[in-house]
């Protein structure tokens, strides 16, 4: 079985600090890894994916995330936080083949200050 | 290009009664994906369609129910609503022969059961 833990419920961030929401993953075999996010009474938008080969994946607005195979680790990252960016971020694993559609975190609420 | 469409946006129904939700996929996807978002549960895998057919579920009753119509639009039924059906539905599409499979999602219905 899949699995995807997102630790902190919310991540509060001034606006202009980078900032990290983190994603750790269980999964046999080669993880598919993804990241989504949702604004409010919104459904949710494609960020960016991790397949293979780069360990760092730079996605959209900026934001880009690390795989990290020995910690099962594939954390949010983005130099600069913008107020606009301030929304429920969502951490996905897919198996392959389709089987059992995404598997996602609980999310993290960001919130970035003024 | 259009993005995955739903409708209703918003569902109201009482106990008992049947809901049923509809999702079109973007144009040139063949794979429709369900996910639930209930409140304190996150986001679950509902069901998977593919070329017309059902390809898996999630833990779900059987009243939890669809199809997949030969344009790719699918429908998700629910019958003998329970107020904790009450929640967000999303719909998903994959595109064909992309392997890595990145799930593009719509707005979600909105479904209130009092």
């Known amino acids: ?114 | 290009e259009a993005g995955v469409t739903q409708s209703p946006t918003h569902l109201i129904k009482t106990r008992g009664q049947q809901a049923t939700l509809r999702c079109s996929p973007i144009s040139g996807h063949t794979s429709v994906y369900w996910y639930q978002q209930a409140l304190g549960l996150g986001l679950q895998f509902l069901l998977w369609y593919d070329e017309g057919e059902e390809r898996n579920r999630g833990n779900f009753p059987p009243r939890f129910s669809g199809r997949q119509f030969p344009n790719y639009s699918s429908e998700l039924n629910v019958n003998a609503l329970e107020l904790e059906d009450s929640a967000l539905y999303l719909c998903a599409s994959t595109p064909i022969g992309d392997d890595t499979d990145t799930q593009y999602f719509g707005p979600g219905t909105r479904l209130t059961v009092l």
């Open chain 1, 1 to 114: 079985a899949q699995s995807v833990a997102q630790p902190e419920d919310q991540v509060n961030v001034a606006e202009g600090n980078p900032l990290t929401v983190k994603c750790t993953y269980s999964v046999s075999g080669n993880p598919y890894l993804f990241w989504y996010v949702q604004y409010p009474n919104r459904g949710l938008q494609f960020l960016l994916k991790y397949i293979t080969g780069d360990n760092l994946v730079k996605g959209s607005y900026g934001f880009e995330a690390e795989f990290n195979k020995s910690q099962t680790s594939f954390h949010l990252k983005k130099p600069s936080a913008l107020v606009s960016d301030s929304a429920l971020y969502f951490c996905a694993v897919w198996g392959g083949g389709g089987a059992d559609g995404l598997t996602f975190g609980k999310g993290t609420h960001l919130i970035i200050q003024p």
